[in-house]
């Protein structure tokens, strides 16, 4: 009897030497290689696939960005057309007075002074305008004489309210100098309604800046 239950513990103890174990020993170096050369579970990636975040970009693409345009303004020079010009007094514009006289001693001979001569530091377009009253049957000249200005034109305007401002004359030269109603051009103008008016002379730097002035005479 005893011997009968020792042999049978004896082959149950055998058993896991002879039939061996399906589970692979971690610390076997072969086993090791065999996971090397197989992967890890869960680690293989085709090449190419994996990107960065934020670093994927199509092949060849370029991305730019447009530099910010600015606007340069286009700049200005001379004045508006028809803008003011700066009065001066007439004193200031000696250098013009010997100009005015010879002209008055060849276009005006025989008229009387209408006033006090006027004068402005002109830009190129701009005018001066100065009121006269022109009288019944009077005969008008008006010269002009300047300083830097390369085109000096005179107008007389009739301009009575409630009526639009109405050209009389206006000089017919070129040049620094201007003459309306000289005797190169024909004689003085007259007015030739039996009743006078308010007007005004408007002296303009056509082209080129500087000083001018002008003196209105009458007969």
């Known amino acids: 009897m005893r011997l009968f239950l020792i042999v049978p513990a004896a082959l149950l103890a055998l058993l896991p030497l002879g039939c061996g174990s399906d589970t692979p020993d971690p610390n076997d170096p072969s086993q090791q290689q065999n996971q090397y050369a197989q992967g890890q579970p869960g680690q ?11 670093q994927y970009q199509q092949p060849g693409a ?3 960005v ?4 600015t606007t340069t303004p286009a700049p200005t020079t001379g004045a508006a057309a028809g803008s003011p010009a700066t009065p001066i007094a007439p004193a200031a514009a000696a ?5 005015m006289q010879g002209l008055a001693t060849q276009e005006a001979p025989g008229m009387q002074p209408d006033g006090q001569p006027f004068a402005a530091q002109f830009q190129e377009g701009q005018t001066l305008e100065q009121a006269i009253n022109i009288q019944p049957g009077k005969c008008y000249t008006v010269i002009g004489a300047s300083a830097g200005v ?19 004359a206006q000089d017919s030269g070129s040049g620094p100098n201007a003459t ?4 190169a051009g024909g004689g003085c103008w007259k007015n030739p309604l039996p009743v006078g008016g308010p007007g005004k002379v408007i002296l303009k730097a056509t082209r080129g800046a500087g000083l001018a002035a002008a003196q209105v005479y009458v007969k």
Not at 44 to 54: D, E, N, R, T
Not at 150 to 168: F, G, N, R, T
């Open 62 to 64: 370029t991305s730019t």
């Open 44 to 54: 293989y990636q085709q090449p190419g696939q994996y990107q960065q975040p934020g």
């Open 150 to 168: 390369q085109e000096l034109d005179i107008q007389l305007v009739l301009h009575a309210a409630p009526l639009p401002p109405q050209v009389l």
């Open 95 to 99: 250098m013009v007075q010997p100009v």
């Open 66 to 69: 447009p530099p910010p345009t």
């Open 180 to 183: 309306l109603g000289g005797k």
